[in-house]
């Protein structure tokens, strides 16, 4: 017979780590089942993008490596690429886990039930790191793997490099990982408050160095391309530091494809052991401050709520200063919500900031560089990459716009404007934020290929078409087929109106890309970017008038059915 001090030790126990893992493992798999009972096109249509996403970088990578083989430099070329894609991700990867990290542990109402059972704070902080890096790790498996198998393609090489090459992937990912735990402590302990403010001013200062660096870059000057390649490489000297993460995983490549077996084994326990022990570290020093965090990032008195509201209002005064005051004063709402979800932001940020690193690094024309077909060929991949990004945001965080005010319509009603400038504010919200991103990007894509002024009028008007475009899908098929009773975004965006939306977006992203490429296809038969005849004329046309009317007909389609809407 079990006594009632028996029953009260049972409960008092520890339920352990692995009842933790194996709830993550079941809400994963009912999630991916719900995914395909309801929406099976969609996730159809996910498996296509990253496939064609997959074997466009690995085509991209592997013309680059055959290319790059016919110079002599490249033996000392191809060692950077390494150095250069590990160091950026481990920003991009610290960043993100820090981003999903705090809002898994401080922000969200999981925590707070989990801190309340016997379960051991360690064990929470285990299973949220885990999920972080899970979901934190996807722009890493993107881009590495055709990166992977076009090196092993181009050099010949057999199954051992492969092995080595995943087993670096693998072993690399927590290090940036564990340091994006740490810093959310840090914020959730002494700055919870000032998050948005401290990663404003700390992005501010890098995109600031990174400008100077790269004038610095691209100010070296010299008649022979062999003095431009050392100074070129110069510049990336410190990225080949001996106590940086990134060194250890680029040694043990380099030196799997020069043969050096042993070599390539010690830079890889390096690198494992590196792995484990800041995971260790991090997941207990996190883990014996989380209830003093988690109380530190609910109780501390807002003192800059009034200043960051002010921040706000004047951010959205001066964005959309060409709009009238009653519609800035809606979008204000709209702003905030921006600024207040680092989903929304940060993956923004991510996305556009591996395009402009990428384009950061790209190599300026040189007499013995990038002839006129490349320059067409690396421009089309440009505005397709540009273009598909624009489709992934709008689907995920802009279509989902007017479903979420469904609940707050009675208060949306009583402001002083009709239904249809509710919708046009929210379509030129989108449009402002889209834009100002892709052209961003798109001008530093004009400025690292040194397009002529034809074409890179042609790249820039095309971008900013498309974001028309899918903008006015987003809004106006979002109020043709809104999920007002949902408030999880995605949800709504993996319901029938977000896939209904998804492949409409992915059918103009793919009739624009393709008419742009036949725009570059033209001026490369020509020999010449600043040239396209009546066809490349005609062509560049319809990629407007495509963005332009398929806006124009979404949203008068969404206004119609949103004046009739009952709520």
Same mark, same amino acid.
């Given at each position: 017979?079990?006594?009632?001090?028996?029953?009260?030790?049972?409960?008092?126990?520890?339920?352990?780590?692995?009842?933790?893992?194996?709830?993550?493992?079941?809400? &994963?798999?009912?999630?991916?089942?719900?995914?395909?009972?309801?929406?099976?096109?969609?996730?159809?249509? +996910?498996?296509?993008?990253?496939?064609?996403?997959?074997?466009?970088?690995?085509?991209?990578?592997?013309?680059?490596?055959?290319?790059?083989?016919?110079?002599?430099?490249? !033996?000392?070329?191809?060692?950077?690429?390494?150095?250069?894609?590990?160091? %950026?991700?481990?920003? &991009?990867?610290?960043?993100? #886990? %820090?981003?999903?990290?705090?809002?898994?542990? $401080?922000?969200?109402?999981?925590?707070?039930?989990?801190?309340?059972?016997?379960?051991?704070?360690?064990?929470? +902080?285990?299973?949220?790191?885990?999920?972080?890096?899970?979901?934190?790790?996807?722009?890493?498996?993107?881009?590495?793997?055709?990166?992977?198998? !076009?090196?092993?393609?181009?050099?010949?090489?057999?199954?051992?490099?492969?092995?080595?090459?995943?087993?670096?992937?693998?072993?690399? +990912?927590?290090?940036?990982?564990?340091?994006?735990?740490?810093?959310?402590l840090v914020v959730a302990?002494?700055?919870?408050? @000032?998050?948005?403010?401290?990663?404003?001013?700390?992005?501010?200062?890098?995109?600031?160095?990174?400008?100077?660096?790269?004038?610095?870059?691209?100010?070296?000057?010299?008649?022979?391309?062999? *003095?431009w390649l050392h100074g070129?490489?110069?510049?990336? *000297?410190?990225?080949?530091?001996?106590?940086?993460?990134?060194?250890?995983?680029?040694? %043990?490549?380099?030196?799997?494809?020069?043969?050096?077996?042993?070599?390539?084994?010690?830079? @890889?326990?390096?690198?494992?052991?590196?792995?484990?022990? @800041?995971?260790?570290?991090?997941?207990?020093?996190?883990?014996?401050?989380?209830?003093?965090?988690?109380? =530190?990032?609910?109780?501390?008195?807002?003192?800059?709520?009034?200043?960051?509201?002010?921040?706000?209002?004047?951010?959205?005064?001066?964005?959309?200063?060409?709009?009238?005051?009653?519609?800035?004063?809606?979008?204000?709402?709209?702003?905030?919500?921006?600024?207040?979800?680092?989903? /929304?932001?940060?993956?923004?940020?991510?996305? $556009?900031?591996?395009?402009?690193?990428?384009?950061?690094?790209?190599?300026?024309?040189?007499?013995?560089?990038?002839?006129?077909?490349?320059?067409?060929?690396?421009?089309?991949?440009?505005?397709?990459?540009?273009?598909?990004?624009?489709?992934?945001?709008?689907?995920?965080?802009?279509?989902?716009?007017?479903?979420?005010?469904?609940?707050?319509?009675?208060?949306?009603?009583?402001?002083?404007?009709?239904?249809?400038?509710?919708?046009?504010?929210?379509?030129?919200?989108?449009?402002?934020?889209?834009?100002?991103?892709?052209? #961003?990007?798109?001008?530093?894509?004009?400025?690292?290929?040194?397009?002529? @002024?034809?074409? !890179?009028?042609? /790249?820039?008007?095309? #971008?900013?078409?498309?974001?028309?475009?899918?903008?006015?899908?987003?809004?106006?098929?979002?109020? =043709?087929?809104?999920?007002?009773? *949902?408030?999880?975004?995605?949800?709504?965006?993996?319901?029938?109106g977000g896939t209904v939306?998804?492949?409409?977006?992915?059918?103009?992203?793919?009739?624009?890309?393709?008419?742009?490429?036949?725009?570059?296809?033209?001026?490369?038969?020509?020999?010449?970017?600043?040239?396209?005849?009546?066809?490349?004329?005609?062509?560049?046309?319809?990629?407007?008038?495509?963005?332009?009317?398929?806006?124009?007909?979404?949203?008068?389609?969404?206004?119609?059915?949103?004046?009739?809407?009952?709520?």
């Amino acid at each position: 017979m079990t006594t009632p001090s028996n029953k009260a030790q049972d409960f008092a126990a520890p339920a352990g780590f692995g009842l933790l893992l194996r709830l993550k493992l079941t809400l &994963l798999r009912n999630r991916v089942t719900q995914l395909v009972n309801e929406s099976p096109l969609r996730l159809l249509l +996910v498996f296509v993008f990253v496939a064609t996403i997959w074997m466009a970088l690995y085509a991209i990578f592997d013309n680059a490596f055959v290319f790059m083989r016919r110079f002599e430099q490249s !033996a000392i070329a191809i060692p950077y690429v390494f150095h250069i894609f590990f160091m %950026a991700m481990t920003f &991009l990867l610290a960043f993100s #886990t %820090a981003v999903l990290v705090y809002g898994s542990l $401080f922000s969200r109402a999981e925590p707070s039930f989990l801190l309340a059972t016997p379960q051991s704070p360690r064990n929470i +902080v285990i299973i949220m790191y885990l999920e972080a890096l899970f979901f934190a790790s996807w722009s890493l498996l993107l881009l590495g793997l055709p990166l992977m198998f !076009a090196i092993g393609h181009a050099q010949g090489l057999g199954w051992g490099f492969y092995l080595t090459f995943t087993v670096a992937f693998l072993g690399f +990912v927590p290090i940036p990982g564990a340091l994006g735990l740490i810093a959310a402590l840090v914020v959730a302990m002494w700055l919870p408050r @000032l998050a948005k403010r401290t990663l404003f001013y700390t992005g501010g200062v890098a995109v600031v160095l990174v400008v100077v660096w790269w004038a610095r870059l691209w100010a070296v000057s010299a008649s022979s391309s062999n *003095e431009w390649l050392h100074g070129f490489m110069a510049e990336f *000297e410190y990225l080949k530091g001996a106590l940086l993460p990134s060194t250890w995983v680029a040694s %043990a490549i380099q030196k799997t494809l020069e043969g050096e077996s042993g070599d390539a084994m010690f830079y @890889l326990g390096v690198t494992l052991s590196t792995s484990v022990f @800041l995971s260790w570290a991090a997941v207990n020093i996190v883990g014996s401050r989380l209830l003093t965090a988690f109380g =530190r990032a609910h109780a501390a008195p807002n003192r800059t709520q009034a200043r960051s509201g002010w921040a706000s209002h004047r951010l959205t005064e001066l964005a959309f200063f060409y709009l009238p005051q009653k519609m800035r004063m809606l979008i204000l709402k709209d702003v905030r919500d921006f600024l207040r979800d680092p989903m /929304q932001w940060s993956q923004l940020a991510i996305l $556009f900031g591996l395009m402009g690193l990428y384009l950061a690094y790209l190599p300026r024309v040189r007499p013995d560089g990038f002839n006129v077909p490349w320059q067409a060929l690396i421009c089309f991949l440009n505005y397709g990459a540009i273009t598909l990004i624009l489709s992934t945001f709008t689907s995920r965080f802009v279509f989902p716009m007017m479903s979420l005010e469904g609940k707050q319509m009675w208060l949306v009603g009583l402001w002083p404007l009709q239904r249809e400038r509710v919708m046009w504010a929210k379509f030129l919200y989108a449009l402002t934020v889209t834009s100002f991103a892709a052209l #961003t990007v798109t001008i530093l894509a004009i400025r690292a290929l040194e397009l002529p @002024l034809v074409l !890179a009028f042609v /790249q820039a008007s095309g #971008t900013f078409a498309t974001c028309i475009g899918l903008c006015g899908l987003a809004v106006g098929l979002g109020a =043709r087929m809104p999920s007002y009773h *949902e408030t999880n975004t995605g949800r709504i965006s993996s319901g029938l109106g977000g896939t209904v939306n998804l492949i409409a977006s992915v059918g103009l992203v793919t009739l624009s890309v393709g008419m742009f490429g036949g725009v570059c296809y033209l001026g490369a038969s020509r020999q010449r970017l600043d040239s396209f005849g009546w066809i490349g004329m005609a062509l560049f046309a319809a990629i407007i008038m495509l963005g332009v009317g398929a806006a124009v007909i979404s949203m008068r389609v969404g206004i119609r059915c949103f004046r009739k809407q009952q709520f």
